[in-house]
């Protein structure tokens, strides 16, 4: 090959890395957004469960572990 369709063949190598890396990347934000999205969306239901145990504390077995699991729950997805 001569040097012009050298430097070509380099120069579309590195824009398709740079095109795959662009889309790698944006894929793992929108994720990220995707994911913490739907965090909050369960907040308001979870918080709610959460603050209704508090002030009734459950008196069986099962039910002080279902409101410490949805305690810990809340405390994982940073509700309010």
């Known amino acids: 090959m001569n040097q012009p369709a050298n430097k070509k063949v380099l ?28 965090n909050r969306n369960w907040c308001a239901l979870v ?8 002030q009734n504390p459950p008196t069986s077995p099962v039910g002080r572990q279902i409101a410490a699991d949805m305690h810990n729950l809340r405390v994982r997805l940073g509700c309010p």
């Open 47 to 54: 918080s709610n469960l959460d603050d209704a145990y508090r």
């Open 11 to 38: 120069y579309l190598a590195i824009l398709a890395l740079v095109a795959a890396v662009l889309v790698g990347v944006n894929s793992i934000v929108y994720a990220n957004h995707v994911a913490q999205q739907s």
